[in-house]
């Protein structure tokens, strides 16, 4: 295609498809947070909020594709809908990173973290900020006019891949180093709370999800990191399909995932429903000191 953005034309439909899947998904994940909210209680569902706006993201990237496709040779859209898909996973990563912090507190584990529960979040969030701001300044400097400021923003999307790569691969770690802490020395409410709400949705349960989304997150750093150190003539950049199976469908699926878990509805659970049967009264993280949960 002459003059155009793309190596070869590329699927309407398929870009279509995942924009209609994310927005749904994003709007069931809303309608969850909007049901525990009205009940006037609980508060701490802002945890979600990142991962709604990267679905948001994700529903515009999609979106801006298609103005994309139909106008090749447009560079708003192209730009558009490179930076939406490329940072949206990382408003993501947030949320995840938040979700185990709420995990650890409300098993009263916190003495099972690699760090106090205070810092595990910040130095998480803060990584995932970084690699939000590297990669869409990268994205950015792509549509520049020289090929130096194009290769300079390559790498500095390669750089922020590279750092969210390696933030997983760590978060992975430091979940199993908790899972094994805790299979050796149950907390009370690990016990106690293990099939609650239901069998199916429960701290286990959330710590599979989170698993599971931070190998889906990884093998999407492996595939961005190849495709920005390949350049833009590369075999993956030519490619849409790698996108979509290495991209938009690992990063619906862990949207999915998490929206089955109905993390509002659990929270909100935990502190207000599974307290009634327990004595156990749980505390917002951020009051958390060294004392044990009464």
Known sequence: MADSYFYKKPSTSAAGIFSICFGLVTIATLVQIFLVTRKGKEKRVWVLLPFVLGGILETLG??????????P?????????????????????MTYHLTINRVFSI?????????????????????DLLCFFLQGAGSGMLSRDTKS???AGRKVVLAGSVLQLIVFVVFIVVIAIFQIKLKKNKTTQAVDYRYQPTKWRNWKSILVVL??????MILRCLLRS??????????????????YVFDATLMFLSMLAFTWQNLADYFYFMRYEAR???????????????QKLT
């Open 226 to 243: 190849y495709e920005y150190a390949q350049g833009e003539n590369g075999h993956i950049s030519r490619y849409e399909g790698y996108m």
């Open 73 to 93: 040779t447009v560079l708003g859209p192209w730009i558009a809908q490179n930076l939406l898909i490329l940072v949206a996973p990382a408003f993501f990563t």
């Open 62 to 71: 999609y979106i801006a594709r298609i103005c994309s496709i139909r106008s």
């Open 107 to 127: 098993l009263d584990a916190r003495k099972h973290s690699v760090l106090p529960l205070n810092w595990l979040a910040k130095v998480f969030v803060i990584a």
């Open 211 to 216: 698993h599971v989304s931070s190998v889906f």
């Open 149 to 151: 400021q194009q290769d």
């Open 276 to 290: 009634k049967t327990q004595d156990v009264v749980l505390e917002p993280v951020e009051n958390y000191s060294d």
